[in-house]
């Protein structure tokens, strides 16, 4: 089955420590993206990226940092300079064009605070 | 920057009647419109994407319509049934990146 997993489920940061987020695609997918979701609001565009070895800020990228070696993961470091990192965290994909091919999500890594 | 809002946050319905959702949009020169449900604890499913050339999009018991002149868009879905709770999102394509702009989203309940 093709789609986008996204590991683990539940993340633990204590304070001061980076920790990574996986995204894997298998749908031959060019363009991901990472959103953070917070209670009760729509989803805020972190980090995008169309090709390999290329990605561009989203509108909150500040405490964030990706990679993307290669085409079928894009992962999400959430450093330690991410003072308020508790949320729902998505990672998405979607075709060649980006804009004009609906986006396609994973089940999400929810990420606390010890 | 585009803005994307979605009222009321949260409608309950009786089985069997229509739903009819709304998303408003301030920059009318936009890319596409989507639109996407949320189980709780999940990620996002993809229902139906307008192209700005377009002004509907038709899937079975939904269809979402586009006008870009009010700055709207609206998901009807037909006959509900209590499988069709979910919180539903709305997303403008604001450029040729893909990027989106989410509205915080309708928590819809259907009641048997």
């Known amino acids: 089955d093709g789609g986008i997993t996204q590991s683990p489920k539940y993340l633990f940061r204590k304070e001061g420590q980076n920790v990574t987020l996986s995204c894997e695609q298998n749908?031959?997918?060019?363009?991901m993206y990472w959103y953070r979701q917070d209670p009760g609001q729509g989803l805020r565009l972190i980090y995008y990226?169309?090709?390999?070895?290329?990605?561009q800020k989203g509108d909150i990228a500040e405490g964030y940092s990706v990679s993307r070696e290669k085409k079928e993961s894009f992962p999400l470091t959430v450093t330690s300079a991410q003072k308020n990192p508790t949320a729902f965290y998505l990672c998405?994909?979607?075709?060649?064009?980006?804009?004009?091919?609906?986006?396609?999500f994973g089940d999400g890594t929810r990420l606390s605070i010890l | 920057k585009q803005e994307v809002t979605q009222i009321p946050a949260a409608l309950s319905v009786p089985e069997g009647e229509n739903l009819v959702l709304n998303c408003s949009f301030t920059?009318?020169?936009?890319?596409?419109l989507q639109w996407f449900r949320q189980d709780p604890g999940k990620g996002l499913t993809s229902l139906l994407l307008?192209?700005?050339?377009?002004r509907e999009q038709t899937s079975g018991r939904l269809n979402a319509s586009l006008d870009k002149s009010s700055g709207r868009s609206t998901l009807y879905i037909a006959a509900s049934q209590p499988g069709d709770s979910a919180t539903y999102l709305c997303?403008?394509?604001?450029?040729?990146?893909?990027?989106?702009?989410f509205g915080a989203g309708t928590q819809v309940v259907v009641t048997p």
């Open positions: 998405a994909s979607s075709g060649y064009t980006g804009f004009n091919q609906p986006q396609h």
């Open positions: 749908l031959n997918h060019d363009a």
């Open positions: 990226s169309q090709i390999v070895n290329d990605f």
């Open positions: 920059d009318s020169a936009i890319y596409n």
């Open positions: 307008i192209q700005s050339s377009q």
């Open positions: 997303a403008g394509g604001a450029d040729s990146w893909g990027k989106l702009q």
